[in-house]
């Protein structure tokens, strides 16, 4: 997900401690405080457009996803998912998705009927992605998972199982794979920006509010997995693969819980990793939920370096390359076109069979390397890993 308010909510009972799992199930919630819905509804997609369904009405898909589909070329919106009736009718009629179109999470299944559905976005808490893509793969639709994919490798070979019985495309949304920032960074670091590449050092934090598991799903164990690496520091786990274009081989790590903090019952506060690569470089990723703010990339080579800062915002972010004395800043377009971006590209997929930039094979790989940084956190040694990511021995 990319929002700090919840995009949803689910039904749970009883606490649960880190390691233990428990079953929940999704229900709606009330319209998010700030919410601005459309004046007019959005001008219809043209004939070749890819109609989608949006799974979830929280504070990310009605204030970041939904309000910039329009600016998508082959994408548009076409039905709705929510478990509250009213904010399903006002979503609704302020973008022109007509009743038939609007569904509960009871009556998903008959989407399936829906042809002007071609695929859905599940914008809904990590414990739920699992399910509902298979659940939309059933439906005989094509599937963009909110990231990360889910709480476990093993529900990530499910999704994509599911998805190949059903011949439908699957997609992680992986919003900076899109976004001009992180492609111009990208490109700068394939062409060897920095020279031969030492150091990638990643923070994502910021400072949770008072809260507990059974008001925020983001510290809710079953919801969010451990907490922050998987929500927020999976951008700076990403940033360290695709700027190296390496998989690490050896991974180490540590996790902090604050003693008799109820924001941190379930989940850890703080993740530290340092993963090693093949070529002799490596990486440093910290995210917290309880440190001050920071969004931030940096690599160093040889010759330089780029940095990043904020990095994976939605807009605002800033890229410099610097080389000794010499500082130069790119201006590589408007970050907040990477959500159209992503939604055209799994309509390009869907009408042109081309191949998924994010797919869930990536979600896998991630996963895999998530479930390493905690078995080397939980060990206090190194982890080798295979060039899949699961672990080596």
């Not at 299944?109 to 739920?128: D, K, S």
Request: aromatic share 6%.
């Amino acid at each position: 997900m990319g929002s700090t308010a919840a995009v949803a909510s689910v039904m749970v009972s009883g606490s649960v401690a880190l390691g233990q799992q428990r079953s929940p199930v999704a229900i709606g919630q009330p319209m998010p405080n700030g919410t601005e819905l459309p004046a007019s509804p959005p001008a219809p997609g043209r004939p070749d457009s890819v109609g989608f369904a949006i799974i979830g009405l929280g504070d990310y898909a009605l204030k970041q996803i939904m309000p910039r589909v329009e600016q998508a070329k082959r994408a548009h919106i076409s039905a709705l998912v929510s478990g509250n009736p009213e904010k399903l009718r006002q979503v609704g009629e302020a973008y022109g998705v007509p009743p038939e179109s609007r569904y509960s999470y009871d009556r998903f299944a008959e989407i399936a009927g829906n042809r002007a559905v071609e695929a859905v976005y599940i914008v809904l808490p990590t414990g739920l992605h699992a399910e509902w893509a298979e659940r939309a793969f059933a439906a005989g639709k094509h599937v963009m998972s909110e990231k990360p994919m889910a709480l476990s490798s093993a529900e990530c070979d499910r999704m994509i199982a599911a998805g190949r019985r059903a011949n439908r495309k699957l997609m992680i949304a992986y919003r900076c794979h899109f976004e001009p920032y992180n492609r111009k960074a990208m490109e700068l670091m394939s062409q060897s920006a920095v020279g031969d590449l030492r150091l990638i050092r990643t923070e994502h934090s910021y400072r949770m509010g008072p809260t507990s598991p059974s008001d925020n799903w983001r510290v809710n164990r079953a919801l969010a997995g451990g907490g922050p690496l998987e929500d927020y520091g999976i951008y700076g786990l990403q940033a360290a693969l695709y700027l190296s274009g390496e998989m690490p081989d050896r991974i180490s790590a540590s996790t902090f819980r604050p003693v008799d903090d109820p924001r941190f019952t379930e989940i850890y506060a703080h993740v530290a990793a340092q993963l090693h690569f093949p070529s002799g470089a490596s990486a440093q990723i910290v995210t917290s939920y309880d440190s001050a703010g920071l969004n931030m990339v940096e690599t160093r080579g040889t010759t330089g370096s780029l940095l990043m800062r904020p990095a994976t915002n939605y807009d605002g972010l800033t890229l410099t390359v610097n080389k000794g004395q010499d500082e130069k800043a790119y201006d590589p377009g408007d970050p907040t076109v990477q959500f159209a971006r992503q939604l055209d590209h799994l309509a390009g997929a869907i009408r042109d069979n081309t191949p998924i930039l994010t797919p869930g094979e990536m979600g896998l790989r991630d996963l895999r390397l998530i479930e390493a940084i905690y078995a080397s956190a939980a060990s206090g040694h190194a982890i080798g890993l295979n060039p899949n990511g699961t672990i080596a021995g």
